[in-house]
């Protein structure tokens, strides 16, 4: 029982450690793909390690207790070290600078910062007294009272 949930948990770690590279992949660039490579490594390692584990018996009759030893123990180093070899590798990549994110028509575009409108401190035309002036909030011009 124990000897299957082992590989099961693993299974299920790797396959979502390939799922979020991938989904990863335009943010993160080469580095979620050396990740998603890496991941995928250890996920057939896990597997050739469970078919191993169920032809072991032939492997020690074929090649004896200490060849089949040595073969399971060198293809687990190799799918462990290339996997993880890949993962450092993906962790360790340079990223691309990012490039600034224009919204498509239509899409959400957030929040955004609107150009500052700076306001004379003095009208350009004086107001004449004739016209009626606006109700309603309305800030007053640099150092003045309004």
Known sequence: MITIIFPL???VVL?????????NRRAHGRGATLGMAGCAV??????VNVVLGFVAS???????????AMLISALGMLFNATGTGLLI???????DPQQPHYPQPGQAQ???QQ???????YPQQPQQPSQPQQ???RQPPYGGQG
């Open 135 to 137: 109700q309603g909030w």
């Open 58 to 68: 032939s492997l020690y009759d074929a090649l004896g207790a200490g060849g089949a």
């Open 42 to 47: 250890l996920l057939v390692g896990v597997l």
């Open 89 to 95: 590798a993906g962790v360790i990549a340079r990223r």
């Open 115 to 121: 150009p500052i409108q700076h306001q004379q401190p």
């Open 110 to 112: 957030g929040w955004q």
């Open 9 to 11: 948990v693993m299974v």
């Open 15 to 23: 396959v979502g450690g390939v799922i979020v590279t991938a989904m």
